[in-house]
Nanobody, 124 residues
């Protein structure tokens, strides 16, 4: 069993900051990448930022310069520092885990797991 737990969402005024955190636990052999996605009402889930196990990061154009992703693959954690928040950042934010575990035969199998989501609301 693998668990992915997010925390840190809430209500903030435009221009404010929030920090999201995510902790993965369970039968994980290695983490390949972790990231954050968001889904606004009536829209599909979209990539916000990702970080690989080597520390390489990528961001959606809409958050570049405002959001910073950080993580520790060994600790299975990822954080998202969100500054200069805008009303259009309002969404449910989901933590994404791309990792490997061992199957019954001891072979490594890659899998993807999601957290339950944490809501971020930015008021104008």
């Amino acid at each position: 069993q693998v668990r992915v737990l997010e925390s840190g969402g809430g209500l903030v005024q435009a221009g404010g900051s929030l920090r999201l955190s995510c902790q993965a636990s369970g039968s994980i052999v290695s983490v390949n990448a972790m990231g954050w996605y968001r889904q606004a009402p009536g829209e599909e889930r979209k990539l916000v930022a990702t970080i690989s196990s080597s520390g390489s990061t990528s961001y959606a154009d809409s958050v570049k310069g405002r959001f910073t992703i950080s993580g520790d693959a060994a600790k299975k954690t990822v954080n998202l520092q969100m500054n200069s928040l805008k009303p259009e950042d309002t969404a449910v934010y989901y933590c994404n885990l791309d990792a490997s575990s061992r199957d019954y035969y001891g072979l490594e199998q890659e899998f993807v797991s999601w957290g339950q989501g944490t809501r971020v609301t930015v008021s104008s």
